[in-house]
């Protein structure tokens, strides 16, 4: 399973975009997001930018472009070394 990456999602943001992003979601500065730190922002009222930065990440999820988070999609970009139940051998990769 790979990463995903902005450029494959064919959204062009700038460093300053993915910038704020990250300082908005990363809550503990760890140089990701995770789920809890994802819908923690999403709770707030979307201002319209803010529900573009919404859309933009939905479109990084919707690997398919079918307007809809499909299980494949999410195999396609979720990296398990991540969670801390993998971390701990508790999950497998399977």
């Not at 704020?20 to 503990?28: G, P, V």
């Not at 990440?57 to 398990?80: C, E, N, P, R």
Request: charged share 30%; with cysteine; glycine share 6%.
């Amino acid at each position: 399973m790979g990463k995903l990456q902005v450029k494959d999602i064919r959204i062009f943001p700038k460093k300053v975009e993915i910038q704020a992003l990250m300082k908005y979601y990363d809550l503990n500065n760890d140089g990701s997001v995770c789920y809890e730190e994802f819908i923690s922002g999403m709770r707030d009222e979307l201002t319209p930018r803010r529900k573009n930065m919404v859309l933009k990440a939905f479109a990084m999820l919707d690997k398919s472009g079918t307007g809809s988070v499909t299980v494949q999609d999410i195999v396609q970009i979720y990296d398990v070394s991540r969670n801390p139940d993998f971390i701990e051998k508790r999950l497998t990769r399977d």
